[in-house]
């Protein structure tokens, strides 16, 4: 049955909108005015199966995602319970459009739906909304319609996104304190030297004595910063740019995230967070039964350090030649030896898809060990660099007035 967006108007003059579903527009203000609506305008979310491009399109696109990665894991969970009690797909797609309080979520599952009812596949339906459901996403679908797995495939896909946020939520919570205090510091600094010391170095100005070399270092700075301030906001404003633009440049981008990779810390922290969204990803696809190399490519596409999506492409030529996932891997630097290890066990024993997820698992605490590794060697790092800078600081203010206290004596 196809949905209709409308809006209407109450009784008491208050507006009203939302999704309903009815065979025709006319039946639509018919259901409106039995519920005491004045409708005002009625649309529908879906023009024809196939098409995706009805009316209704324009209520998700020009803004951003309808479902973000919360959303979308916990509407995949609940798609995959109901599939799996043996609900019907058209039933369980109206059953969530119910339970949804956001007008654009509501759009998105009734135009689902209605591509359903039309004879459309899900995985059809959710290609028409490629910006809601990324290709892997769409694909592992496919994969499990055609065997027949939809339910078991959908629970795993909604625990994949949701290991996948969990880890990346702890990543970005281990950095984001460092950040903050990088951050202060830098503003703590700038406030002394633009402000603080300029004032005190007014006090210090007819004096006929030599100013301490710290003293004297301290206010040079100050001015420095204060004249050439500006010009170095604009330099930096500039470069932002710059860099950002470079980095589009594929071999500029390649270089920089393979250096990135070499680095200590952030660098096996990189390199771990990819190796394991790579498997991750890799398990997933090759367990719902898609082929292995079309799997490889979609994993190596997943990965957001280009120097490692180039090595995951390169393994997918490779493999196509005839050579094994391990040793595809093995040849490429930035995968971590467990990948490697795992691979082949996994070939070995038929068992693919399970060891990429153990492996993945195994990445995963790598990387929250790590991350909290990071964390907890900058965050000291950063305090005391803060104070030592602010202890210099103080004392360029203090060394003149105690010099002046021993002369005076």
Request: hydrophobic fraction near 55%; charge should be positive; aromatic fraction near 4%.
């Amino acid at each position: 049955m196809p949905a209709f967006a409308f809006d209407a108007l109450d009784l008491e003059g208050r507006p009203r909108r939302g999704i309903v579903e009815a065979d025709t527009e006319r039946a639509v203000r018919n259901q409106l005015r039995a519920q005491s609506l004045v409708p005002l305008g009625v649309k529908a979310v879906v023009s024809g199966a196939g098409t995706g491009r009805g009316p209704g399109w324009a209520l998700l696109a020009g803004r951003g995602r309808a479902l973000g990665p919360g959303a979308l894991t916990l509407w995949t969970r609940q798609l995959a319970d109901m599939v799996c009690a043996g609900l019907p797909l058209e039933q369980a797609l109206a059953a969530l459009a119910e339970d949804l309080d956001d007008e654009r979520q509501r759009a998105l599952v009734a135009a689902l739906r209605a591509e359903v009812n039309g004879g459309s596949s899900l995985a059809r339906a959710l290609a028409l909304h490629p910006r809601e459901f990324s290709a892997i996403y769409r694909a592992v679908v496919h994969a499990g319609e055609q065997s027949g797995q939809l339910g078991l495939v959908l629970d795993r896909l909604a625990r994949d996104l949701a290991e996948h946020q969990a880890l990346r939520g702890k990543v970005l919570a281990a950095v984001l304190y460092p950040a903050i205090v990088t951050l202060l510091a830098l503003g703590i600094v700038g406030f002394l030297l633009g402000y603080v010391v300029p004032h005190v170095a007014q006090v210090y100005a007819g004096r006929q004595h030599a100013l301490p070399v710290l003293t004297a270092l301290m206010l040079g700075l100050s001015a420095g910063l204060r004249q050439h301030g500006p010009w170095l906001v604009a330099g930096l404003l500039l470069t932002v740019p710059a860099a950002r633009a470079a980095l589009r440049v594929q071999r500029v981008r390649e270089g920089f995230d393979a250096w990135w990779l070499r680095l200590p810390l952030a660098g096996r922290l990189a390199g771990s967070f990819n190796a394991a969204r790579f498997a991750s990803t890799l398990g997933l696809l090759a367990g719902a039964g898609v082929p292995i190399l079309d799997a490889m490519q979609a994993a190596a596409d997943t990965l957001g350090n280009a120097a490692m999506r180039a090595g995951g492409r390169r393994a997918v030529t490779q493999v196509r030649e005839g050579a094994s996932l391990a040793a595809a891997l093995a040849g490429e630097r930035g995968f971590p030896n467990v990948v490697t290890r795992f691979s082949r066990l996994g070939e070995q024993t038929g068992a693919l898809p399970l060891m990429l997820q153990r492996a993945a698992a195994l990445l995963s605490d790598d990387v929250q060990r790590r991350a909290l590794q990071m964390a907890t060697i900058l965050e000291p790092l950063l305090i005391v660099g803060m104070g030592l800078v602010v202890m210099l600081i103080v004392l360029a203010v203090l060394l003149p007035i105690i010099e002046l206290n021993q002369w005076a004596g």
